[in-house]
């Protein structure tokens, strides 16, 4: 193994410095190949251009709002002299919480159905994705009339704060919905067959092995969704009112959105409307970095439960008499984790995995050196091989049955843990068959 190591280590810089190209060797590429150096100018001077753009709107607003932050714009109650805008920053971040709350479990329990529950071709999946995508490109307008018709009016809610939050709701919807389904979409199938192929039901691998590799695309989604909320104005204006103060659920209340608009609108305070826009692009970037924490935090969990070592082999050497078949095994096993050894057949494969949890023991001649550790316990010193299996188990690709009756197969587990009332074993004996749909085929043949 240590010389395997020592040769590839080389071969890996070597093709690295292989993937390399200097700014010449690129130049000449482009001189060979016109097209590709003209595409390569586009790329370049769009995302320049794009880069620009966001700096100067950035620079304009901090340059025309931050002069005029002022305390009074911070006051906790509004009046006509100070215009504060903490009322409306409270109601933003109600309004905020409020809408998430209700469309992110919805957009991402939708998304689940579609991906890992709807058959493929279904139509009504068809229609569901073609929805989703047309309600995303309606008008703000739109919703804001649909919200004041049915919430404000039909509902007799009135113009409130829950008005509007059931109308971002439903504006926000298909964003999430539609990002997270690409999230888990983008979870490999090897994910869910491996959990499937350990033991895991439906919903266990859902929402233990996919959910958690989907976080940063639903993520991503929630944070489209919360500018969308933070920046609404058309629809709020017609749900959720223009009232400057902290109401209840069922009050109106402006955002901060709002509130900028109808300093603007009135003409007679653009100073405020101004430092208002500075405070919406820092509430954004605070709510986008807290969102990034929380993506980091995650990842950095899963990170964490990758270096809890589960299995820890340490110098191992395994002989079939003579036979040196595993030289010097180093290697960890983290919980938690799905670790796979791949190489073609005869290379060692099975009879590394046997040897932890000494499957190997049976095997005449067999002797093994060095360590392997379960939590730290070395599983060749005093540990009980049938605490051992029943900790370590192990499915072939084949039946293995022992050179007994089929009764006596199904029982030896439960024998080996202690149980031997015979009628215990007979219910656990005759509903394991069942379970595996073979009682009826081998019940009169049980003992033999």
């Known amino acids: 193994m240590q010389t395997n190591t020592a040769v ?18 690129r130049i000449r590429s482009y001189l060979r190949h016109p097209g590709s150096g003209v595409l390569a100018l586009l790329t370049i001077g769009a995302a320049i251009v794009t880069f620009a753009v966001l700096l100067f709107l950035v620079a304009y607003i901090l340059v025309k709002g931050i002069p005029y932050l002022t305390p009074d714009l911070f006051s906790l109650e509004y009046t006509s002299e100070n215009v504060s805008l903490m009322p409306s920053l409270i109601n933003t971040f109600i309004m905020t919480v409020l809408s998430l709350v209700i469309a992110a479990p919805l ?34 307008i739109v919703y804001g009339l649909f919200g004041m018709l049915f919430f404000v009016t039909a509902l007799h809610w009135g113009m409130s704060l829950l008005a509007g939050a059931c109308t971002l ?16 979409k983008a979870v490999p199938d090897s994910y869910r067959e491996a959990s499937f192929g350990l033991g895991a039901g439906k919903l266990r691998t859902i929402f233990t092995i996919v959910l958690p590799s989907a976080v940063p695309g639903i993520l991503a989604g929630i944070i489209l969704a919360i500018g ?15 009232v400057a103060q902290v109401p209840n659920l069922m009050g109106s209340g402006r955002t901060l959105a709002l509130h900028m608009y109808v300093l603007s609108s009135e003409g007679l305070h653009m100073n405020q409307a101004s430092a208002t826009a500075v405070v919406i692009l820092l509430f954004v970037l605070l709510i986008n970095g ?20 589960k299995l820890s082999i340490e110098d191992m050497n395994l002989y079939y008499g003579n036979f040196h078949a595993l030289h010097d095994i180093n290697m960890h096993i983290p919980e938690k984790e799905i670790t ?18 000494r499957m190997n023991d049976l095997v005449e001649g067999c ?19 049938n605490i051992l299996r029943k900790r370590v188990g192990m499915v072939f690709q084949k039946p293995n049955p022992f050179p007994m009756s089929i009764y006596d197969n199904v029982a030896y587990g439960p024998r080996t843990h202690g149980i031997r009332s015979k009628a215990k074993l007979d219910e656990i004996v005759e509903k394991s068959l069942r379970d595996a749909a073979i009682w009826d085929e081998v019940k009169d043949r049980l003992k033999k």
Not at 346 to 357: F, I, P, Q, V, W
Request: with cysteine; glycine share 10%.
């Open 107 to 140: 957009g991402i329990f939708a998304a689940i159905y579609l991906v890992e529950y709807a058959k493929k071709g279904n139509k009504l999946v068809q229609v569901i994705r073609i929805t989703a995508e047309t309600l995303s490109g309606i008008p703000s």
């Open 169 to 184: 709701v439903i504006m926000v919807l298909p964003v999430i919905m539609r990002t997270a389904e690409e999230a888990l």
């Open 340 to 357: 796979a050894f791949i190489g073609p057949s005869g290379c060692g494969k099975s009879t590394l995995l046997k040897s932890l949890n």
């Open 228 to 242: 969308r909320i933070i920046g609404e104005t058309a629809a709020l204006l017609y749900t959720s009112g223009t």
């Open 8 to 25: 590839v280590e080389p071969t890996v810089e070597n093709m690295k410095k292989r993937n390399q190209t200097s700014a010449a060797d």
């Open 367 to 385: 002797k093994i050196t060095g360590k392997v550790e379960l939590d730290g316990e070395d599983i060749y010193g005093d540990m009980d091989v």
């Open 290 to 309: 807290l969102s990034g924490m929380v993506a980091k935090r995650i990842a950095k969990g899963q990170r964490n439960m990758s270096d809890n070592i």
